[in-house]
């Protein structure tokens, strides 16, 4: 499987009682079909998946296929802290009707997730996984970052096709890029470092700006591969103020109200995450004009 392309991780959008809304979801699928996006993450980081029953992971993931038909890529997050749940997870998820699984590191006991313990751990995934299997490492949430030793282990693996890392080590990027076997796929995990992470050797970006910015992301992409790296520098850096704003300045919350902002559903996070209050939501709106992905004249009916 070619990962190479844009995938925005979807955030998950709830009712006022709380439920999911699955309509929501679709009405964001449909605008987000229009885009030049390669496939479509579910139940990831921006997705609240930690917020979500297994039910209700399942749900998210069996709704998008259902709507999106089998012509688009649908990539489902698996993981969780036990290997027997991770495992059991995916065979639910493929059969929810996802072409690939993201599988997180456990973290709660990160003390121990040594890089023998993390090795064995996604090789008894991918060994019993009926789909193929995408490592995925966010230390800034699970406070473990994904060895380089133990990436360059599991590439070897042919069940595993790569991996969404959103630490943004650049030296790191390299090594895993020299090292892993050849065809192993690496994916930027944040919008921040697209052009550098595709300049060491990624081959596109699973990040929480495409739901937003999948076309200047793409003009990104393109330019790189014309190999008009002035063209992707310029393309990159005003986006760079704005991928932080919907990740570590307000996280999912500045994502789902950036989604509003834009006319699309986004809606209110799943306590414990709390929304914007005003100020933040029109310093947000600020951001996201000067960077050119909000104009006047943008609908703002989905405000909550």
Do not use: W
């Not at 639910?92 to 751990?121: E, I, N």
């Not at 800034?140 to 991996?163: F, K, M, R």
């Not at 951001?287 to 943008?298: K, N, Q, V």
């Amino acid at each position: 499987m070619d990962l190479s392309g844009i995938y925005p991780p979807l955030p998950t959008p709830f009712s006022p009682d709380g439920s999911l809304d699955l309509a929501g979801l679709a009405a964001n699928l449909e605008s987000l079909a229009e885009e030049p996006l390669a496939g479509f993450v579910l139940g990831g980081s921006n997705g609240e998946f930690s917020s979500l029953t297994l039910d209700e992971r399942v749900e998210v993931v069996r709704a998008a296929r259902q709507h999106l038909g089998p012509g688009r890529r649908v990539i489902a997050g698996a993981g969780l802290e036990s290997t027997t749940a991770t495992i059991a997870l995916t065979r639910r998820m493929a059969a929810a009707g996802a072409d690939a699984t993201l599988v997180v590191t456990p973290g709660y006991f990160r003390s121990r997730m040594t890089a023998p313990a993390l090795d064995a751990h996604f090789r008894s995934v991918a060994d019993a996984s009926p789909l193929p299997v995408i490592l995925y490492s966010v230390p800034a949430n699970t406070g473990v970052d994904l060895p380089v030793e133990a990436v360059v282990s599991l590439s070897s693996h042919p069940n595993i096709l790569g991996l969404k890392d959103s630490g943004g080590d650049i030296t790191k990027f390299g090594r895993m890029a020299l090292e892993c076997r050849p065809g192993f796929q690496l994916l930027a995990g944040s919008a921040g470092f697209l052009l550098p992470a595709l300049a060491i050797g990624a081959v596109g970006g699973i990040m929480a700006l495409a739901n937003i910015a999948a076309r200047q992301l793409h003009r990104v992409l393109d330019a790189f591969q014309a190999g008009d790296l002035a063209g992707a520098r310029a393309a990159q850096l005003p986006l760079i103020p704005a991928n932080t704003a919907v990740t570590t300045r307000f996280g999912v919350a500045g994502l789902k109200a950036a989604l509003d902002l834009l006319g699309r559903v986004g809606g209110l996070p799943r306590p414990p995450l709390l929304p914007l209050v005003p100020a933040e939501r029109r310093e947000l709106e600020v951001i996201l004009s000067r960077a050119g992905l909000l104009s006047p004249s943008a609908p703002h009916a989905n405000e909550p």
